[in-house]
């Protein structure tokens, strides 16, 4: 069965530093979105990406975030100078079109550590 | 805004059944999700509810009543791999929007 894949599992960085964390997403589906989950807390959404620009994003979601789908298969999240309180888990999310039941697919996460 | 409210912590016995009860209140509702999340790992998908009334898919069953900003999930048969979070998510637009997780541990 087709799933979602993220690269790094875990991602170790000093605070300032710039991150990327990728993801490829199931090959036909047409939405993505990054969501994040601090330790203990809730699942939290950050941002949403359609026909290749940002359809929605959170407040969370500033100007230290971007998102990119830099070609037919993998999608981005870069933060650009990470704060201690962006360690989390980053789950990124796909789903196929306009269709029921709208499911969202998560990937198994990037963990996150800022030092 | 939004808030959803679940228990947080639901122990039962393997064999039994448990509901746990999710409540609502949005600015938005185009759905309303029902996903597990064992430590460590991706929320998976278990039910979907957009009008009112029950969904059921083996053991699991989900209600939706939207003019109460009601749901619960419905676990039957309990199994030990079934202890986990369980996470109530409303579809604004079309975002998810979720609750703390309820934390379900089944006991032998």
């Known amino acids: 069965e087709p799933e979602v894949t993220q690269t790094p599992s875990h991602q170790v960085t000093q605070m300032g530093q710039e991150v990327i964390l990728r993801c490829v997403p199931i090959?036909?589906?047409?939405?993505f979105y990054w969501y994040r989950q601090i330790l203990g807390q809730k699942v939290e959404f950050l941002v949403s990406?359609?026909?290749?620009?940002?359809?929605?994003k959170s407040e969370i979601f500033d100007d230290q975030f971007s998102v990119e789908r830099p070609d037919g298969s993998n999608f981005t999240l870069k933060i650009r100078s990470t704060k201690l309180e962006d360690s989390a888990m980053y789950f990124c999310?796909?789903?196929?079109?306009?269709?029921?039941?709208?499911?969202?697919?998560f990937g198994p996460g990037t963990r996150l550590t800022v030092t | 805004g939004q808030n959803i409210d679940q228990p947080t912590e639901m122990t039962a016995t393997e064999g039994a059944i448990v509901q746990i009860n999710c409540t609502y209140q949005?600015?938005?509702?185009?759905?309303l999700f029902w996903y597990q999340q064992h430590a460590g790992e991706a929320p998976t998908f278990l039910s979907y509810?957009?009008?009112?009334g029950l969904e059921e898919k083996g053991r699991f069953s989900s209600f939706l009543s939207r003019s109460k900003g009601y749901s619960y999930l419905l676990l039957k048969e309990l199994q030990m791999k079934d202890s986990a979070s369980y996470l109530c998510?409303?579809?604004?637009?079309?975002?998810?929007?979720f609750g703390a997780g309820t934390t379900v541990t089944v006991r032998a």
């Open positions: 999310a796909s789903r196929p079109g306009t269709s029921d039941p709208y499911e969202q697919y």
């Open positions: 090959s036909n589906h047409l939405y």
């Open positions: 990406f359609y026909n290749n620009e940002i359809s929605e």
């Open positions: 949005t600015s938005g509702f185009n759905g």
């Open positions: 509810n957009v009008l009112d």
């Open positions: 998510a409303v579809r604004e637009r079309d975002k998810l929007s």
